[in-house]
């Protein structure tokens, strides 16, 4: 009988060491953040300027969109491995678009947009039609949107006033507002757009629950009439369209297209929607979600920066953030 | 087991239970849906550590808080969810042979596929299942990877055998052919089987004596042979039954629903032709793999169809996938819940809307959650769902109540013809009841019902007219009213 009351009130310590943990897991992400905030802010007075916050915000934008394209793709339980070079695509149509052919602003966003919804096309064709696992459809993808990109640029750079590759000479000028959109506050603006209208769509319509649905078990929502096909298509063209206004707001940024300027961002944008599964206890990708994942690494990289951490060191640190935070996620007790 | 209590998050699954089994006997273990019965058996089989009471084996405490422990102390279990037990990628042996390969091989490195295979195919042999030990797991049929998985138990030397609802995916044959089995274990080989089932025949025809939970709590426990069937169900329910079928009278009007002529390419069925009145409930009767599946699942796109013509009010359709069957208002209740018919890691609310989510969005396509939640709370108390609330995850609900969610989930759509596939399989008594109830409601709206089963008791009991199957063709066409079980049986087998 002894046995029995200690192994009740073990029950009750186990009891609340389960709250803890679910808690922990729900809100871990948040917690850092502001422990990180809290902690850099002590230290160092000038990080908590508004200033600094600002670019923060503005340092994780790009991330943050074509983030957000990931985490609709693995709603249906699918992965996009592309979006970083369709970023790139997307930069080397816009910029070609003015420089080349002189194209307005709305024209030239356009043909970035429609180039990389072919792109998404042609992703849910291999992986819906061909029946390719995605991680290996959209891997091949990364390669050969990578090469198209540079082949059609002739070498990957376009800027303006620098002359084709067969010597043409370019006369095209890049749109003011196009110039604007890739600083504060239009590019934070449209991060913030970009993250509440996918949050509404996935949450609030019937095609976001149909995404889940998909996701979550793909034989239950095909007998449950559900067009797996379509919302598979669509979960994949939307995280191309997301990557493609990441590549045309970098390009803005940099002015100019680069090789492989939209590489660097597919992995931070992985792990910030990773990080995202867990906030507020969804348990699933989510947009909002998404946002704080990003915004953790943003913090985390300004302030190891205003610390002088060396750059080549910083990965180190963020990486291990990255296995912590994941590490909340997925670690559960029992 | 004595004073077991569990909790899990929002749920008190036990609270306080005692139950003992002999060796060499044949122990029921019985409660409506949600009683405990699983979650008691997982504990005795290592798969919670988080309990609290104690197990005592030959008078000896021993402590079970892994699956490892509970193996070296002989117990050994068959989980109700097949599919989770199953790695479905591998074939057949080497599922058999999962426990052996993981816990026997010691010091040996290699794996001696000749003897795998044989020692699998022998323990099938002892069953008396045909089934090639090279076959892949995912395909094969519910049936028979509930006979993979009792052949996995049995490949090990036990001397308590834990069987969760091992009979809810077998017919009439197979189950004959397992009990023998299980009472061989018993009194030859001196084993102690727990048996879990929500028929209550099978109860009495094989086991000396029978434990009830109801709500997490032992109701009562003793000899099988002291205790009448309806005073085990009025206990295990905790109210009084009426046990026959409700089957009310409705006008049969015209006929709405027919299929002429529908084969699929891998046969799976053979130029089938039915049809199905207004306010009808027509049974599709068939042994297990007869095909009944496979037509429940071609009428309703989910299989590619070869030739056949359907019709839907006179209107010819065409249904290529499922999503045009819903779309002309067809429904379909399949057998696998967990693979076809829930999505485990959504909440119960999401599940229950997931065929009919236009109804609770608006033009646009924006979500009314109010109404999607008030909807769910609807089936979730006309069906009894237990579960804490409608947004528990459907992965911690009992078996039994994973099913009502398959099923109501359909209840809710505005469909014209409704195609059940087993639909009361580990379902208990009471809830039965009421999804009979509610089918009743269906067919008295005037819409038509396919109701496909392999208990021949419930074709009789609330068909208006049968088909019967035979090697996935249509035999016979019965009237239910001038039929019988044993008429219907004789056809499903071959009979002429
Ligand atoms: N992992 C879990 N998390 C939360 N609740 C759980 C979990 N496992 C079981 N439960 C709850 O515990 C109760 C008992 O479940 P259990 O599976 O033992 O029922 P059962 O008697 O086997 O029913 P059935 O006849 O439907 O199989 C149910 O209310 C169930 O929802
Ligand atoms: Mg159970």
Redesign the pocket.
Known sequence: MDAGALSKSDAQKQKFSNLAMNFLTKWGTIITIILLIGFFAISMPPFIKTSNLLTILRSISIVTVIATGITISLTVNGFDLSVGSVATFADSLVISAFVWYEFGLVPAILLALGGCLLVGLANSFLIVKLRIPDLLATLSMLFIIEGVAMTYTGGGSISEGMPRLDGTETFGRLDPFFKSIGSAPWIIVIMLVVVTVVHIFLNYTKHGRYLYVVGGNLEAARLSGIPVDRYRTLAYVLAALLAALGGVILGSRIGSAQINAGAGYLMPAVAAAYIGFSVGGAGRPNAIGTLMGAVLMGVLENGLVMMSVPYYSLNIVKGVVLAIALASTYFRKR | MTKIAIE????K?LSGVDFQVKTGAIHALI??????????M?ILAGAYSHYTGSITIDGQQVEIRTPSAAKQLGIEIVY?EVDTALVPYLSVAENIMLDVMVNRMGKQQFVRWNEIHRSAQQTLNRMGVKIDTRELVQNLTLAQKQMVLIARALSEQARFLVL??PTAPLSTTETQELFRLIKDLAYNNNVGVVF?S?RLPEIFEICEDVTI?RD?LVVTHQPVSEVRPLQVIELMLGHRFDETYPKTKVPIGEKIFEVKNLSTYDSAVGNASMYVRAGEIVGVAGLVGAGKTELSKAIFGALPQKQGEIYLKGRKITVRTPYHAVQQGLALVPEERRKEGVLVEEPVYINLSAASLSLFSSALGFLRGAAEHASARKVISDLGI??PSDS?KV???????QQKVAVGKWLVTEAEVYIFDEPTK?V?VGAKHEIFELIGKLVAAGKGVIYASCELAEIIGITDRTYVMYDHTIVKELVTAETNEAEILFYSTGGK
């Open positions: 899990f998050p929002g749920v699954a409660g409506a849906n949600g009683a405990g019965k699983s979650t008691l997982k109700q969760d609802e879990i929500h939970l997490g237990k579960t528990q992965a911690y609900l009992s078996g039994g109540n580990g208990d």
